[in-house]
């Protein structure tokens, strides 16, 4: 697969370029190919949070067309880095993870990668940044920042914003892309994968690797996957992310639930449906048969066929006939009457009171087909009741 003719030399490079939002080089990626050798091809994951999600798989998908070519995947696990946190994209210093929480994380990424990728030991390859990063010595944390100046550093723009807004910047903050540049070292990478957000860090490393006497690895950057608000970057933490362990329903109502103008935008990074169907479907379809096919495509990759036409069945019946869903759960609360507040956060549909408070005042709540608007109400449960908290979270209520 790997040797080529002229023909087979354009039609991968243009499998392996498109979608990609930046290349650095051209040239670079072609003189690699050409070798006709298995490219040792990098991607890094801080375990900052249990679930990768759909943004993720952006770049995870282009990873996996270059398995799929026969070449080798490496996925770091920043077990140490992740104690830092990647300042890119950041207005303010990360909160510090404890070493519980980074090992509780990164156990869970080598299953929920191998949904997209191909983990046979001959395509796939998994490393840890602490296997080389934690045996560093001073003398060689002190060479390694000799190899980068303060004005790269604040030449980022973030770093630049909160010099502006005099936000605090710590020192170890400088240190995360050096020591993200430094995996490319140790693992002698040929490509770097990353999202538009790691341009800066994946370039470093390309330095780096010059400066180590070693081929320069090509730089590959992929779009940032909008979240389902199709305002910020698919985040856990903005709440706004689809999971890929996310169960077939879940994830099917979270994707009907984007905005009609992201559509073009999941399809062509989420799917490998050809050019003429996404246009089709995206300018000529109605937006909610266009969704439907959309979620069941992705729903189909990360479950099976029958899973995902069953989710489209369960939508339609729950949100087109305004049915009950046939799996609705029966939740058991302690007294009655209780505070809506209460059981909305008892029954695990908000974290906080505040977040309750606030999916009530904007109607989204009724109990027993009611809408319930104000905060403090007390609620009265007489056998059983449902209740409705937005468009997707529903159950039964019963006093134990």
Known sequence: MLAMNQASKAKVMQLLTQGVEGLYSREGL????????????????????????????????????????????????????ARIGDPSGRDTTRPILDEKTIQQNAATYLDQAGKVLDTSPQRFELRRNSEWLADLKLADVLKLTGQATVQQMLHRENFKLRLRSETEIIVSEFMYPLMQAYDSVAINADVELGGTDQTFNNLLGRDLMAKYNLNKQVVMVMPILSGLDGHDKMSKSKGNYVAITDAANDMFGKLMSIPDQLMDHYYRLLTDLPEDRVKSLTTHTHPRQAKDVLARVIVESFHNSLAANDASAEF???????????????????????????????????????????LVEQGGVTFDDQKILDPNAQITIKGQAVLKVGKRRVCKITQG
């Open 316 to 358: 339609r019946r729950r949100f087109t006939d305004n049915k009950l869903p046939t799996d609705i759960e029966l939740k058991t609360v302690p007294s009655s009457p209780m505070g809506i507040v209460a059981m909305i956060r008892h029954v695990g549909f908000a974290q906080s009171n505040s977040e309750a408070r606030r």
């Open 30 to 81: 072609e003189k690699k190919l050409a070798s006709s050798r298995p490219l040792r091809i990098k991607l890094g994951m801080d375990p900052t949070a249990p679930d990768i999600h759909l943004g993720h798989c952006v770049v995870l998908r282009k990873l996996r067309q270059f398995q799929d070519l026969g070449h080798k995947a490496i996925l770091i696990i920043g077990d140490y880095t």
